[in-house]
């Protein structure tokens, strides 16, 4: 019960039901929070015990100062809990574990239970293997279930062991669009004690894209597995009230601009103006103007400008996406009276007082792409072929074939003439020729070779021209097994996927795209052939719609046939390209694209076959696939030519916003959403016959390759042992800037000749059935090979190379070696590990395994320039050390080269308490100590208990075995 210091609990009456609400007014100041700080003082008020949660803390929040940096430490209880299967399935094997532990411990295993509701959605596990035929997502799902059984279930079994615990079956829908279309409640009616309560909707989700929510007026975000399990397990978040940004929207977008382009203008700003671990709050006239779907888009995209949330408050658009959605009238009647009771509803006139504030009229939007590496780096579409020749260079070799084959040449002839520094170390080839009285003989060289080499030449002056006034060039004839014959350059779109949650739950986007492929088979156009296209919707309301409005087919005939629900290529389940265009790809070393309708375009990341990554709106991707090319000005340049030959250009086949908006109209309705969501958590026949183990404790195969019993409660005793300091230990890794959680987690293909891949063929599987590593979470020994093992990740530790790679100072010539065996040879020695990184570590997903599998390497501390928000938190949640380099330093300015061997001295005073800065001292062989002192980034007391404890789900279950 709370305390209700405050007497903050009143009656709301609504309709014929009478719910317990605990009143914001009963608190001095709360009329001039925010929306979002609003939602978190009710959550106080509620959760009020006088131990975790404080009449002076509530007082605290309610007298918010909006200019101070945050200090309060607040206890946020979030209502629920939801995850996605490649986060989800690791979370339910460590509830899984705790049974036995507790059980170890003295304890009731049955206590391991989720205390408050916990939804898992499937949606990660779709691989687009079959594409453009009208079998595609049959294909696909039929190999989706035999790679994943094992896991599938594993989850049957723990939606029948856990209370309060359901699973969204595969096919079914991407977790953040079921979310917002049928799990959020906006407000949360629940029995408590035998009353009827009413309070908001708020959670946490084991995926950054949580806050697509937010969209709903739902305050929640993403937070790593870890602290996910611990929040199911009654255990609160453990929270410093933020800094809160106020986003003024005014104006209306213009016609022909989209959704896409509004979320990467503001996700453009907001990186620009810095708000990560900051709340952002959108309010204004502009609001009123931004659909639901729009704001959800907007919502979504919150990890890639790095706040915590970025909320939209209730108001006539919530409840009118939530009638069409085919919500309750008695929940939409609850949702608007307790809204209004308790000034949550939106005021498009009031001024509410932030700590910062931007603004930002609708109508100056400009149609936009982003790429080709970061979702920040936003391009102005009429700008994209300039600025892809321009980022071309960074991805394609300096020198062609063609003029390496004169260079050989040359040097063959006369190395001096041909090699810069040949005879100066340091000096060009010009400066060394006129020294030595040798440049007309270098040109006669030259021009020896030229004549050598007949043709080739020739081209190489062709090329050269090319590449100062256009861009580099590798034409390449291709073949396909039907015998059509293309020719491949660098910049080609080879994937071009409508996916992820970010747009596929935007009708006017989904529906633009229809209407661009309509257009465009009107025309005679066609996809090009070397471009794999798909469609993934995140719910399947999508393809109810589209199909509805007679657009189908003109989606089918592009090659955007249905291949699944879920996420796919904004995943890297983009599966493999066509197989005469990927060998063309790396037989040439082409540079080629992916354009995605996503929100993640990291290095790596869509395809190891491409190096530049692009996100676009729905109908964009439509017509860079009709394109087949990035090198391309959409605004002048043709897309192709009619049956006539005449060319066509974008302008032909983009639709209007009444074009949009009259076909929206037509085909979507409320019982659409009621029929698809009517027994959402039953599945199909696959699903129900999938063989359910039983009992509280799950019984752990040992021949099985997809779910482990977890290593992290072998041997835990009752209490934890004292923390010390760090001594002697070596750099696992040296990184640069912007190492996000794909560089770090395992994720993707499985590499036959990786240490994860030797793993499982030593286990007995084949190749083919690898899968990837998302799909095998659950198994701690694939996952901890696979930490630290991005074919981009460039560790500086070894130059060089590119991937899982770094040198061993446990051998005596320090050779270099995969991460994984060189961690296995320190942790033989004894030797704690470290990793050096650069600004904005840990940013991208909120992958658990990027915590996780950094603490089974045996490292004990990472020290950077700066840390996203929820990969530091996941660091603490497995007893790992955030650090970070005093401000202004690095490890380049302190003169760090990653070989020295580092001692962390002030680690043991966070027995007592959260000491500021600890000090650092590396000594490199033969050089003089370098010492600074490294900022502790444990941030709360509830922080340093985690860390205490060796990790949040220790301190969680030694609480659990002590009650």
């Given amino acids: 019960m709370s305390e209700n210091s405050f007497g903050a609990r009143a009656d709301l009456n609504v309709g014929d039901k009478t719910y317990e609400i605990f009143r914001l007014d009963a608190v001095e100041g709360s009329e001039k929070l925010p929306y979002s700080l609003k939602i978190l003082l009710e959550n106080l008020l509620r959760t009020e015990d006088g131990a975790n949660v404080t009449a002076d803390q509530i007082r605290g929040l309610g007298q918010w ?42 304890g009731d295993p049955q206590k391991v239970n989720p205390l408050s509701p916990a939804e898992l959605v499937i949606d990660h596990s779709v691989i687009v293997d079959v594409f453009g035929t009208q079998d595609a997502f049959a294909r696909n799902t039929d190999i989706e279930y035999g790679r994943n059984e094992e896991r599938y279930k594993f989850l049957r079994w723990g939606q029948t062991a856990f209370d309060d615990f359901k699973v969204v079956p595969p096919g079914t829908g991407i977790v953040h669009q079921v979310n917002i279309e049928n799990l959020a409640r906006v407000v949360f009616p629940r029995e408590v004690d035998g009353v009827l309560r009413a309070y908001p909707d708020t959670l946490v989700g084991t995926d950054s894209h949580t806050t697509m929510v937010n969209g709903l007026g739902v305050v929640g975000w ?19 009230v933020p800094r809160v940004v106020g986003f003024k929207l005014s104006g209306e977008l213009p016609d022909g601009v989209t959704a896409t382009d509004l979320v990467l203008t503001i996700t453009e700003m907001l990186r620009e103006h810095k708000v990560v671990g900051k709340f952002v709050e959108f309010y204004g006239p502009g609001v009123s ?34 009638r069409l959605t085919g919500r309750s009238e008695e929940q939409i009647a609850l949702v608007e009276a307790y809204a209004k009771e308790q000034g949550l509803w939106h005021d498009p006139s009031a001024e509410p007082v932030y700590s910062e504030y931007l603004e930002l009229d609708l109508g100056d939007i400009k149609p936009s792409i982003a790429g080709p590496k970061r979702p920040q780096d936003r391009i102005l579409l009429a700008d994209s072929k300039k600025q892809f020749r321009s980022d071309i260079r960074n991805y394609v070799t300096e020198m062609e074939p063609q003029d390496k084959a004169v260079a050989d040449s040359m040097e063959a002839s006369d190395p001096a003439a041909a090699a810069p520094g040949a005879e100066g170390g340091d000096k060009t080839a010009a400066e060394t020729a006129d020294k030595g009285g040798l440049l007309d003989k270098a040109k006669g060289l030259a021009a020896a070779a030229a004549d050598k080499v007949g043709s080739v030449a020739e081209s190489v002056k062709g090329k050269a021209a090319e590449r100062v006034s256009g861009r580099p060039s590798n034409p390449v004839e291709v073949t396909l097994s039907s015998g059509e014959k293309f020719t491949l350059d660098h910049g080609a779109v080879a994937v071009a996927a409508i996916t992820s949650c970010t747009n596929t739950s935007n009708p006017s986007v989904m529906v633009g795209a229809g209407l661009v492929a309509k257009k465009a088979i009107e025309k005679g156009l066609t996809r090009k052939p070397w471009v794999k296209t798909s469609l993934a919707p995140g719910s399947k309301v999508v393809t109810d719609y589209l199909a509805k409005s007679g657009l189908t087919p003109y989606m089918d005939k592009l090659g955007f046939n249905l291949v699944g629900y879920g996420c796919t290529t904004c995943i890297g389940n ?86 949009i908006q009259t076909a929206i109209d037509g085909s979507i309705n409320a019982e659409m959403f009621t029929s698809r969501y009517a027994d959402v958590f039953a599945g199909d026949e696959r699903w129900q016959n999938l063989p359910t183990p039983e009992g509280e404790r799950f019984e752990w195969e040992d021949a099985s390759t997809y779910v482990r019993k977890a290593p992290y409660f072998d041997g835990m005793p009752a209490e934890p042992a004292p923390v010390e300091d760090i001594q002697n230990a070596r750099v696992l890794l040296k990184l640069g800037d912007s190492v996000t959680t794909d560089h770090i987690s395992p994720a993707g293909a499985i590499k036959a000749d990786s240490p994860a891949g030797k793993y499982l063929s030593e286990h007995g599987v084949e190749r083919k059935d690898f899968n990837s590593y998302g799909s095998r979470r659950g198994n701690h020994e694939v996952m901890v ?179």
Avoid at 223 to 233: D, N, S, T
Wanted: glycine residues 10%; proline residues 6%.
């Fill in 65 to 106: 100062d909006p200019n101070a940096a945050p200090s309060n430490e607040i206890q946020f209880t979030p209502a629920r809990v939801v995850m996605q299967d490649f986060t989800g399935v690791p979370c339910i094997v460590d509830l899984a574990t705790m049974r036995e532990a507790v059980s170890d411990l003295g």
């Fill in 289 to 322: 103007a931004v659909p639901l779907a729009n704001r959800a888009t907007i919502g979504n995209m919150s990890p890639e400008y790095g706040s915590t949330i970025a909320v939209f408050p209730v108001d006539d658009k919530t409840t009118d996406y939530l």
């Fill in 574 to 659: 983009t599966g493999p390209l066509i197989p005469e265009v990927s060998q063309a790809i790396n037989d040439n070393d082409l540079a080629v694209t992916a354009v995605l309708s996503g929100n993640r375009n990291f290095e790596g990341r869509i395809s190891p076959d491409v190096k530049m990554n692009y996100l676009a709106s729905p109908p964009l991707v439509v017509v860079y696939a009709l394109a087949g090319t990035m090198d391309i000005d959409l605004d002048s340049d043709p897309i192709g030519t009619d049956a006539e030959g005449n060319d066509v250009f974008m302008k032909d086949i983009w639709p209007s916003a009444d074009e």
């Fill in 785 to 963: 090979r696979g930490t630290f093992a991005n074919i981009r990740l460039r560790n500086q530790l070894a130059p060089g190379t590119e991937g899982g790679f770094t040198r061993d100072f446990t051998q005596s010539d320090a050779p270099v070696t995969t991460v994984y065996d060189a961690a296995q040879n320190y942790k033989q020695a004894d030797t704690p590990l470290v990793v050096l990184g650069g600004k904005e570590y840990g940013s991208g997903s909120s992958r658990d395994w990027a915590a996780k599998g950094s603490a089974l390497l045996g490292i004990k501390a990472v020290i950077t320039e700066s840390f996203e928000r929820i990969h530091r938190s996941n660091l603490i949640g497995m007893g790992v050390l955030p650090l970070q380099f005093p401000e202004g330093e690095s490890a380049d300015s302190l003169g760090l080269t990653g070989e020295e061997v580092f001692s962390i001295e002030g680690v043991a005073e966070l027995n007592n308490s959260i000491p500021e800065t600890v000090k650092v001292t590396a000594t490199g062989e033969g050089a003089d100590p370098i010492t600074f002192d490294a900022v502790v980034r444990i941030d709360t007391p509830g922080e340093r208990e985690y860390y205490r404890n060796g990790g949040i789900l220790q301190y969680v279950l030694r609480n659990m075995a002590k009650n």
């Fill in 222 to 240: 993403g937070v790593g597995g870890i602290e996910a399990e611990a929040a199911m397990l009654g255990q609160p978040v453990s929270m410093l």
